[in-house]
């Protein structure tokens, strides 16, 4: 029984030592320990969910480079088969152009000899006509050097007329 | 294979350790309890164990170091009365061990005021049946415990707490805070957020953690069986129940409206249980004034009974020896493997009363601040 009896005394005593360790505890001890404590935890909470964050914005990151690639792959593409197009293009119109110069040409050449040629003909021609006449005015006065020869011949070509 | 050998040593030195806290345990038992016993009328040495243990559970007004030979050393600690308007202040030497009055003043030797300071006749022996309240305010040995343990608690955390104002915050914890960190944490975690959920946690983290380390120290202290130890504090009704009014009154001091409400109009019940006769406002009143009273009853008894358990062995030896001194000789060893044991489950029971009475005081506190009417 005695055992179960408080004590005035020791409760004064108890009430004033408990009360005094709790206020000065609670400004000189946990005050600070605390504050470290939950600032810590604090910055690492953030420091995680900034981990999470920028995991996060890599993959996003990682899914915008393959798209970007497959972009820039596709583009790439169109613009080379519209380059060789392009160039085939130019190339066939190139062609084009020349046969069409060296048609244009060898039309101007052909006009070109046509009338060298005519020239040629006419020189030949005149050339032809005077000599012939030299031949002929020299073959006539040969001929007419021999009379009975040449009545004969008439003779001839009457007999041959007469005949027909 | 290092570690092992150390472990070893370690294992070995815990022993060792124990062992003599046991041993010590055992000391001031010995020769001055059995010497007083006897009586002065020449009866043949008996031990008396039930006499025994209640004083060494008791409050006192001395401090009983040890003895040497015949001679007690003790610590005489001041007596501070109040009687009829009048102090008196004297040091205990003055009641020679409970043996003599001094100024009309004696301590009981029996009857619910035992081992307390009580008005006595003319004779100096009989407690005067018409006197009036002594009030006793003596610095008594559980009051020095008190004083020693707050000095201690202070002493420790204000220098933790001077290590951590300024320090760098990702820095490993060294020394004192490396061993008293995870300690904090739990109380945070297993205990305050656990009980009163992580909102409203904050408020009482400083009572929380006062109290828990405040039993967990003294309970390791009355293990420690000399000076400054060995007082049994937290085994103490009177300490036991300022605790309990502390966490009586952090309670309602932060009970917020809703507390109030379900204690004296508890919403979603018939209004026949609350008028005209208050039915249930009076079983809830008394459901929070039982809270603190098995708090208060829990620690106490707990602390108590492990010290009896623990003086009760030890006494074993003596009880034995009185009989027949081989067969006292024969039983020590056995005490000691027992004492051995005892005193590690006794630092278990240390932290667990901490823990369960901080527990239950975040229990309280929680359901004083309820989210709303539910």
Same mark, same amino acid.
């Given at each position: ?53 920028? @995991?996060?914005? &890599?993959?996003?990151?990682?899914? /915008? ?6 972009? #820039? =792959? !596709?583009?790439?593409? +169109? ?39 005519? @020239?040629?003909? &006419?020189?030949?021609?005149?050339? /032809? ?6 031949? #002929? =005015? !020299?073959?006539?006065? +040969? ?22 | ?167 760098d915050i990702y820095a490993t914890p060294k020394g004192l805070p490396l061993f008293f960190e995870p300690l ?191």
């Amino acid at each position: 029984m005695e055992l179960l009896m408080p004590g005035l005394g020791l409760i004064f005593w108890m009430t004033v030592s408990f009360g005094f360790v709790l206020l000065i505890l609670k400004k000189y001890a946990w005050k600070p320990i605390l504050n470290v404590l939950n600032q810590r935890e604090k910055k690492l909470a953030k420091a995680f969910s900034d981990a999470k964050r920028i @995991e996060y914005e &890599m993959s996003q990151l990682a899914v /915008l480079k393959t798209d970007k690639v497959a972009e #820039a =792959e !596709k583009l790439y593409e +169109e613009i080379t088969e519209k380059a060789h197009a392009e160039g085939e293009r130019i190339i066939e119109s190139a062609k084009e152009k020349a046969r069409e110069e060296a048609r244009i040409i060898s039309e101007k050449t052909d006009e070109m000899i046509n009338k060298y040629k005519k @020239e040629a003909m &006419m020189e030949i021609r005149s050339q /032809l006509s005077a000599l012939s006449l030299d031949i #002929a =005015e !020299k073959v006539l006065n +040969e001929e007419f050097s021999d009379r009975e020869r040449n009545t004969r011949y008439i003779h001839k070509l009457l007999e041959e007329v007469a005949a027909n | 294979m290092q570690r092992s050998k150390s472990l070893t040593y370690k294992a070995l030195f815990t022993l060792v350790l124990t062992a003599l806290i046991c041993i010590g345990c055992s000391l001031p038992l010995s020769a001055a309890d059995t010497i007083k016993s006897t009586g002065s009328n020449g009866e043949p040495p008996s031990f008396n164990a039930r006499k025994v243990i209640v004083d060494h559970v008791l409050d006192s007004y001395e401090w009983h170091l040890f003895d040497i030979g015949d001679r007690e050393f003790s610590i005489h600690l001041p007596v501070i009365l109040f009687y009829e308007g009048r102090l008196s202040i004297f040091s205990s030497r003055r009641f020679d061990h409970g043996y003599s009055a001094y100024k009309g003043f004696r301590v009981a030797t029996d009857g619910p005021k035992k081992g307390r300071a009580i008005r006595v006749l003319e004779d100096g022996v009989t407690p005067d049946p018409h006197a009036s309240a002594v009030y006793d305010f003596s610095i008594t040995k559980n009051v020095v415990a008190v004083f020693v343990a707050s000095a201690l608690l202070c002493l420790l955390f204000v220098s933790i707490g001077k290590r951590y104002r300024g320090a760098d915050i990702y820095a490993t914890p060294k020394g004192l805070p490396l061993f008293f960190e995870p300690l904090i944490l739990f109380v945070r975690d297993q205990i305050a957020i656990l009980a009163i959920g992580p909102e409203k946690y904050k408020q009482f983290m400083p009572y929380l953690l006062t109290v828990f380390f405040f039993i967990f120290l003294n309970n390791l202290l009355g293990l420690v069986p000399f000076f400054p130890g060995g007082a049994n504090v937290t085994g103490n009704i009177s300490v036991t129940f300022v605790l309990a009014m502390f966490t009586f009154g952090t309670t309602h001091w932060y009970a917020n409206k809703t507390y109030w409400k379900h204690m004296f109009n508890m919403p979603g019940v018939p209004m026949f249980l609350k008028f005209p006769v208050p039915i249930l406002p009076v079983i809830e009143i008394a459901g929070a004034l039982i809270k603190p009273f098995v708090l208060m009853i829990r620690l106490f008894a707990n602390i108590t009974a492990g010290h009896m358990v623990i003086l009760s062995l030890t006494s074993l030896v003596f009880v034995l020896g009185s009989v027949s001194i081989l067969l006292g000789y024969a039983i020590s060893p056995i005490t000691v493997v027992f004492l051995i044991f005892l005193n590690f489950l006794k630092i278990l029971v240390a932290f667990l009363q901490a823990y369960i009475f901080t527990l239950f005081s975040a229990f309280f506190f929680g359901m004083a601040v309820p989210k709303a009417d539910h």
